[in-house]
């Protein structure tokens, strides 16, 4: 066995948390490489190189990598790909960009968003939303696999691999980056957070949404949104957490004005403490919720800031 | 220009899914089904492109057992001009993996030779979320995943992409596959008229075999299983006893 690990870079910085919970992983597999690529990747690669149990690192600092793009990605993965039996990543918008791409071209299923590990060739899936996890067995000569951060524990920092330069594959040229749009912040990643302070559509504007925002500061908390409330315009695409946005499993997370749809609790119900805020008491959030108040969020929230 | 979209036909996203007590799979008998939630709206978006003068023709493809007819028929009824049916399998509880699904849509694509491949970007049954960056790979095309806005600029697409980090904006060289993601467009309901009018269009029946292509899986289900279910808690009477709780019982205060 032998692992090629895809590193999350984010404007030349390693993502240390995903990148780590998907080494947690990929290491029950087998030995681990990690790939870091893109221009000025110099510091993620040598941040990878000093995460526990990594053999060794690949850097491939050609300008083609920066932005992060499917076909020069995969041209470049396949070009590696003849030493590995394994081919890994984060799930992440990127890696679930990129490496299906990464399975086609080596004529071999992906397995999307694994959950466990149970043996080189048999691993765990969450499907229909969470409502069930499928044990499958993969036949293929290479796995090529995503990985589920939210059920590993990151690896811990304490090694000193060799970070080797790479050449660059050939470059497909099909796209192009144009520009990203991102808002920075200075809260906790919504995927690392210890605390999660989530809104729903309940909490009814943008305005109000600074309500969610101040709880969550107080709380040191990163804040998540349902799809209703990213779709009403109250808060941003990258906190929708749910079966098509993020996948979080804080040790607390609360849920504010938010009804607890199915395709809601495939982002949250592995969260180990479930607070739930909700003015109907029959509101399905509540059946997943350890503790549960039913309250109206205008009264209730401001009055948690209050004595927080 | 001819658009092609492929949709699936998928389990209802409102039903509740129950897993069989065997391990064997999930209960699909008697169960609602519906088109895969992403695929309407890519749909809807490749209806939009022809009355904007940018496309001209609108082909729907499915792959899977013959029921897929209705899925087919229902895109056909919100605008589509004509489908393919490409029946894979007998057994409503077999799903097509994405990688044969990509081939099949590769040898569609081949002989129908489209401008824009429209995919949604995941199926709500399985979660797999490949099938369009694999077509996009055996074809050698351009990729653009998790659109949430799309603009045909001569040969290329302009499309925006929902990404972790928030929204990203890209050009792809055309023909190109794009999968779109959920705010890209409320798709339309299609009228009685028009469910009348699709009952007429054109419906190509085909299998794996017309096209030469091996649908055999490569992962084998082992078992699937039940989650780790969660029970409610407790409700709390005031904020007072809820951040009592949190402190002092659940300790993450
Ligand atoms: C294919 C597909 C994928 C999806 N993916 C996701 C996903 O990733 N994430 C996601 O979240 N959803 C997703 N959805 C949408 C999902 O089905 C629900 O529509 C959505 O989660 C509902 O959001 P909500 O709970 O905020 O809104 P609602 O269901 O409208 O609930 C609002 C809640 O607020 C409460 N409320 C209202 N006012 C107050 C008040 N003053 N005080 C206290 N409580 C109040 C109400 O009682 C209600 O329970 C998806 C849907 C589909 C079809
Ligand atoms: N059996 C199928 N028939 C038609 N289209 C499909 C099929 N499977 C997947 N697709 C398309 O590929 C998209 C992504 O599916 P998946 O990769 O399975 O998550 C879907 O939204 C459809 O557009």
Known sequence: ?308 | MKVLVPVKRVIDYNVKVRVKADGSGVDLANVKMSMNPFDEIAVEQAIRLKEAGKAEEVIVVSIGVKQSQETLRTALAMGADRAILIEATDNVQTDIEPLAVAKLLKAVVDAEQPGLVLCGKQAIDNDMNATGQMLSALLGWSQATFASELDIEGADALVTREVDSGMQTIRVKMPAVVTVDLRLNEPRYASLPNIMKAKKKPLEEKTPADYGVDVTPRLTVVKTTEPAGRKAGVKVASVDELIAKLKDEAGVL
């Open chain 1, 1 to 308: 066995m032998a692992v090629l690990l895809l590193g999350e870079v984010t404007d030349g910085q390693l993502s240390v948390d995903s990148t780590a919970k998907a080494l947690t992983a990929a290491k029950l597999i087998g030995p681990v490489t990690v790939l870091i690529a893109g221009q000025g990747g110099d510091a993620a690669a040598a941040t990878a190189a000093t995460l526990d149990g990594v053999q060794k690192v690949l850097f491939a600092g050609d300008k083609s990598y920066c932005h992060v793009m499917a076909e020069p990605m995969a041209a470049l993965i396949v070009s590696l790909a003849g030493d590995y039996t394994h081919i890994v990543a984060p799930a992440t918008s990127d890696a679930k960009n990129i490496l299906p791409r990464v399975a086609a071209l080596l004529d071999v299923m992906v397995l999307s968003d694994v959950s466990g590990v149970v043996d080189a060739e048999t691993f765990e899936r969450p499907i229909y939303a969470g409502n069930a996890i499928q044990t499958v067995k993969s036949s293929d000569v290479k796995k090529v696999l995503t990985i589920r951060t939210s059920t590993f524990e990151p690896a811990a920092i304490g090694g000193s691999a060799p970070v080797e330069n790479i050449a660059a594959a050939a470059d497909p040229a099909l796209s192009a980056w144009v520009e990203d749009k991102t808002a920075s912040s200075d809260r906790p990643e919504l995927t690392s957070a210890g605390i999660v302070v989530s809104g729903g559509r309940g909490v009814g504007s943008q305005a109000d949404f600074h309500l969610i925002e101040q709880l969550a500061d107080k709380l040191g908390a990163a804040v998540g949104a349902s799809r209703a409330a990213v779709d009403s315009g109250y808060a941003p695409n990258d906190w929708q957490v749910g079966q098509t946005g993020k996948v979080v499993a804080p040790n607390l997370y609360v849920a504010i004005g938010i009804s607890g749809a199915i395709q809601h609790l495939a982002g949250m119900k592995d969260s180990k403490v479930i607070v739930a805020i909700n003015k109907d008491d029959e509101a399905p959030i509540f059946q997943v919720a350890d503790y549960g108040l039913v309250a109206d969020l205008f009264t209730a929230v401001p009055e948690l800031i209050s004595k927080l």
